[in-house]
C-alpha cells in the first residue's frame, strides 16, 4: 500500500488521489442463488426476475399480435414496433432500427468487409450469426417447427410467416394502396 507521499508512476500521489481510485459504489453480496443456473444475484428480485428464462413464462402479451414475452419490459420494446417507432438510423442507407444494437449489427453490412465464409459453398457473410444460419441451408438442420401441423424450418422467419397462415392476421401493408399480405416482401 501506497502512503499519502509516496509516488507513483505519475509523481507524488496524495491520499485523496488514492480514493479517486477505489470503485464510486461498492458491489453489494450476492444473496439469492438460482437454483437451476447457479446464477447469484444481489436482490432477490433480480433473481425473480432472471427465473422467468428457466421456466418458459411469458405471462405479457401483446394485444396487437399475441406474440407474449417474459418482462414487461421486453412487451414494451415491441409495442414500439407496432407504432412504428425506429429510435435509431442509419446515416448511410436511412433504414430505421428500435435498438440501437440492432443498428450497430446493421452498419456492418455498408463496411463490405466480409469475414465469415460458408466451408461448403464458399459464399461469404459480414455477420458470424447470418454464415451460422446460412450453414442450416446445406445441413438441413431444422431448430423450428409448428405445433399445429408439425412442419419444420430452418430459420425462426420462416416459421414465423408460415404462422400467419393459422390466422387471417396480414400483418403487412403495401405504401402504395393499403392492401395487407401475410407475407413481407
Same mark, same amino acid.
Given at each position: 500500500?501506497?502512503?499519502?507521499? =509516496?509516488?507513483?508512476?505519475?509523481?507524488?500521489?496524495?491520499?485523496?488521489?488514492?480514493?479517486?481510485?477505489?470503485?464510486?459504489?461498492? %458491489?453489494?453480496?450476492?444473496?439469492?442463488?438460482?437454483?437451476?443456473?447457479?446464477?447469484?444475484?444481489?436482490?432477490?428480485?433480480?433473481?425473480?426476475?432472471? =427465473?422467468?428464462?428457466?421456466?418458459?413464462?411469458?405471462?405479457?402479451?401483446?394485444?396487437?399480435?399475441?406474440?407474449?414475452?417474459?418482462?414487461?419490459?421486453?412487451?414494451?420494446?415491441?409495442?414500439?414496433?407496432?407504432?412504428?417507432?425506429?429510435?435509431?438510423?442509419?446515416?448511410?442507407?436511412?433504414?430505421?432500427?428500435?435498438?440501437?444494437?440492432?443498428? =450497430?449489427?446493421?452498419?456492418?453490412?455498408?463496411?463490405?468487409?466480409?469475414?465469415?465464409?460458408?466451408?461448403?459453398?464458399?459464399?461469404?457473410?459480414?455477420?458470424?450469426?447470418?454464415?451460422? %444460419?446460412?450453414?442450416?441451408?446445406?445441413?438441413?438442420?431444422?431448430?423450428?417447427?409448428?405445433?399445429?401441423?408439425?412442419?419444420?424450418?430452418?430459420?425462426?422467419?420462416?416459421?414465423?410467416?408460415?404462422?400467419?397462415?393459422?390466422?387471417?392476421?396480414?400483418?403487412?401493408?403495401?405504401?402504395?394502396?393499403?392492401?395487407?399480405?401475410?407475407?413481407?416482401?
Amino acid at each position: 500500500m501506497m502512503s499519502s507521499t =509516496q509516488k507513483d508512476q505519475h509523481g507524488p500521489k496524495s491520499q485523496r488521489s488514492q480514493e479517486a481510485d477505489k470503485p464510486h459504489r461498492r %458491489k453489494r453480496e450476492k444473496n439469492y442463488s438460482c437454483d437451476e443456473c447457479g446464477k447469484d444475484f444481489s436482490r432477490k428480485a433480480s433473481l425473480s426476475r432472471h =427465473q422467468v428464462i428457466h421456466t418458459g413464462e411469458r405471462p405479457f402479451s401483446c394485444d396487437q399480435c399475441g406474440k407474449s414475452f417474459p418482462w414487461d419490459s421486453c412487451l414494451r420494446k415491441h409495442q414500439l414496433f407496432h407504432r412504428g417507432v425506429k429510435a435509431y438510423s442509419c446515416d448511410q442507407c436511412g433504414r430505421g432500427f428500435d435498438r440501437s444494437c440492432s443498428l =450497430q449489427r446493421h452498419l456492418v453490412t455498408h463496411s463490405g468487409t466480409k469475414t465469415y465464409s460458408c466451408d461448403i459453398c464458399g459464399k461469404t457473410f459480414s455477420r458470424r450469426d447470418s454464415r451460422n %444460419k446460412h450453414l442450416r441451408i446445406h445441413t438441413r438442420h431444422v431448430v423450428y417447427w409448428c405445433d399445429q401441423r408439425g412442419q419444420r424450418f430452418i430459420t425462426d422467419a420462416q416459421l414465423q410467416s408460415h404462422m400467419f397462415t393459422h390466422t387471417e392476421e396480414k400483418p403487412y401493408k403495401c405504401d402504395l394502396c393499403e392492401k395487407t399480405f401475410e407475407l413481407k416482401k
